[in-house]
């Protein structure tokens, strides 16, 4: 009789557990991760081949048929060599390198590259309309936007809500209010400031040199492009310019220090001053006195129907002559109903200026 299968069950056992084992059992794990990760990398990679493929075919086509003779294409190449970019289909991605080539392109003074980049801006959606690019140029704004023209004197602020009547590769024209010290503040001080507001982005400033167009019946003005000022920080929050009569009480950082510490932090510093710019985050007033940053300051003022009790975190002082100080902050502890208030203000305020093309002029404790 055959002994049965199960009588010996050696075949079953774990072998010894040696350093041998344990290598090998290692090396099999080290192996198969290997191979998952290898597969991974070999997927991804053979992915992104084929969509840059496509995407190369996809942008080839759309060349060649906005034109036959080749002339974008060579364009194309032409502001890539003035970037970082091997091929113009990464160029057109990023605002940023391809303003900057465009710059370079214009300055060698080549009277058919002004089409040719009218038809690649238009070819790609290089402007303020599409949502994928960051505005760094004044030639990516679009005839009949909004825009604002401020210029300062001092602490005298002129702001100017203008409409853009006409933009190309050269320069672009704006229709200014009719008002007559307008024109004249423009012609003496035509450096200004042109700033753009959209939604996702906030605030982007241009400085421009302005220069009049002669008309008998619009105030005309007229610009070169500039790309986008890098000194000035691009602020999310879109900001009015206000003259309002404020109440200030404000605490150092050292005195806020010693409050927290339940140590008495002796009288805080209060005056008057005028509140120059309003914005959803922040505030900037004017004051004779010389605040210190850090510190925390309570405003009170009024707009219109809001009466309003804010405390703003002094970020930033500077000297404006004279004695006084533009002291800029951020609202810190604002509550739901007051920044609702602040916010609905705000919001009426510079619509009403964009739809009457409003001057606002500045100057405070005037």
């Given at each position: 009789m055959n002994p049965s299968p199960l009588s010996d069950l050696s075949f079953f056992k774990f072998p010894e557990v040696t350093g041998q084992v344990v290598q090998n059992i290692v090396l099999v794990v080290l192996l198969l991760t290997l191979t998952v990760l290898v597969t991974v990398l070999v997927q991804r990679w053979l992915h992104e081949r084929h969509t840059r493929t496509r995407e190369r075919a996809h942008f080839r086509r759309l060349t060649g048929a906005r034109s036959a003779d080749g002339g974008v294409e060579r364009l194309l190449q032409r502001l890539a060599a003035?970037?970082?970019?091997?091929?113009?289909?990464?160029?057109?991605?990023?605002?940023?390198?391809?303003?900057?080539?465009?710059?370079?392109?214009?300055?060698?003074g080549r009277a058919e590259d002004l089409a040719g980049l009218a038809r690649v801006r238009q070819m790609f959606h290089l402007n303020v309309i599409n949502p994928n690019?960051?505005?760094?140029?004044?030639?990516?704004?679009?005839?009949?936007?909004?825009?604002?023209?401020?210029?300062?004197?001092?602490?005298?602020?002129?702001d100017v809500y203008c409409t853009l009547l006409k933009v190309d590769e050269q320069m672009f024209t704006l229709a200014l209010p009719p008002e007559r010290d307008v024109e004249q503040r423009l012609r003496t001080q035509p450096h200004v400031q042109l700033v753009y507001w959209r939604e996702n982005e906030g605030e982007t400033v241009f400085e421009v040199d302005l220069e009049p167009v002669s008309t008998e019946d619009l105030v005309l003005f007229r610009a070169a492009h500039a790309l986008r000022a890098e000194d000035f920080s691009q602020r999310k929050d879109f900001r009015i310019s206000i003259d309002v009569p404020l109440h200030?009480?404000?605490l150092t950082r050292?005195?806020?220090s010693l409050h927290r510490a339940g140590q008495d932090v002796g009288g805080a510093q209060a005056g008057e001053g005028h509140m120059v710019d309003l914005s959803y985050g922040g505030a900037s007033f004017v004051c004779g006195s010389a605040l210190t940053p850090h510190g925390l300051v309570q405003l009170k003022f009024s707009l219109r129907e809001v009466e309003a009790r804010v405390v703003l975190e002094v970020g930033s002082v500077s000297d404006q002559g004279g004695g006084q100080s533009l002291v800029r902050g951020y609202f810190r502890g604002l509550s739901g109903d007051m920044r609702s208030q602040l916010n609905h203000f705000i919001y009426r305020e510079q619509m009403r200026r964009q739809r009457q093309q409003e001057v606002i002029r500045v100057v405070p404790g005037v």
């Open positions: 003035y970037s970082t970019y091997k091929e113009p289909m990464d160029l057109v991605r990023d605002a940023a390198a391809f303003e900057t080539a465009v710059v370079q392109v214009l300055a060698e690019l960051e505005v760094v140029s004044t030639r990516q704004l679009l005839r009949d936007l909004p825009v604002r023209i401020v210029t300062r004197d001092g602490d005298a602020v002129l200030y009480t404000y050292d005195q806020l």
